[in-house]
């Protein structure tokens, strides 16, 4: 691919991100950074599991939710973007892992409450995934992923033009346009996710703010989901901030809501 047409996929890609974060977020300096990479590292190794039956861990996602429940409600409607009528569930999945999806399911796995050390870490995750459906991120993700698909198929076939100064077979041409489609469909997923994903962070900690949530406990979180990873720094192409990334933005929100009482930010 031709160097000029490589910067015209990523350059129209970056349109389809017209949607990401509905807030302005706090920036994370590197001083921030250097803090929470000092700190994962110093925690120690991968996190332990925590042996609880099914009564238990029913328990503490119910008492979690119960927690936060209302004040999100209230919230999602004060910001009045996104989806506030939540199908939450949870999983019998051994992953340390939540998420939210399309018609307000918002799921949390088993794994995840097993590897909490408090009732406010759980708090946390719940609170991330109704960020994410308040700030109705996954619509905007779909929508970002078709006009992706769209700008890739339509940039494929036009590189597949460039590079040939003779015929181009229908085969080729089909080729280069099911790439570039794939390539678009992809940039356009990852397009904003990260501050998405950072604004469901500062939401959640609104959230639990809010609710009289210890903020301070709930962050451990963070920290156990960081050891539990390898990865240190965001790359270009992650979905999600690295863990000490996500933990410095998180202290540079908390900071933030405390100053404001509990405030939303300003509208990005």
Not at 115 to 134: D, K, L, S, W
């Amino acid at each position: 691919m031709k160097r000029r047409s490589f910067f015209a996929l990523g350059g129209a890609c970056a349109l389809c991100g017209c949607a990401g974060a509905v807030h302005q977020l706090p920036s994370v300096t590197k001083n921030n950074l250097g803090l929470a990479q000092g700190e994962v590292k110093a925690s120690g190794g991968p996190p332990a599991r925590r042996e609880l039956t099914d009564e238990q861990v029913n328990d503490i996602m119910a008492s979690a939710l119960a927690r936060i429940r209302p004040t999100a409600q209230q919230m999602c409607g004060e910001m009045n973007v996104g989806v506030c009528n939540w199908n939450i569930t949870s999983s019998q999945s051994r992953a340390m892992n939540a998420g939210a999806g399309a018609n307000g399911l918002i799921y949390v796995n088993r794994g995840l409450v097993e590897y909490t050390a408090n009732e406010e870490e759980v708090c946390m995750a719940f609170g991330h995934e109704i960020g994410h459906q308040a700030a109705n991120h996954i619509a905007n993700n779909q929508t970002n992923q078709r006009t992706g698909a769209l700008i890739g198929a339509v940039l494929g076939a036009a590189v597949g033009v460039a590079t040939s100064r003779t015929y181009v077979p229908q085969t080729l041409m089909t080729s280069m346009t099911s790439t570039g489609a794939r390539a678009g469909g992809a940039i356009g997923r990852i397009s904003f996710s990260k501050s998405q994903e950072r604004e469901a962070d500062y939401l959640s900690a609104v959230i639990l703010y809010r609710s009289n949530v210890d903020l301070d406990k709930a962050r451990g979180l963070l920290v156990t989901m960081a050891r539990a990873s390898d990865r240190k720094d965001t790359g270009l192409l992650d979905t999600h901030p690295a863990g000490p990334e996500r933990l410095a933005a998180w202290d540079q929100a908390v900071v933030q809501i405390r100053a404001s009482k509990g405030a939303l930010p300003a509208r990005a």
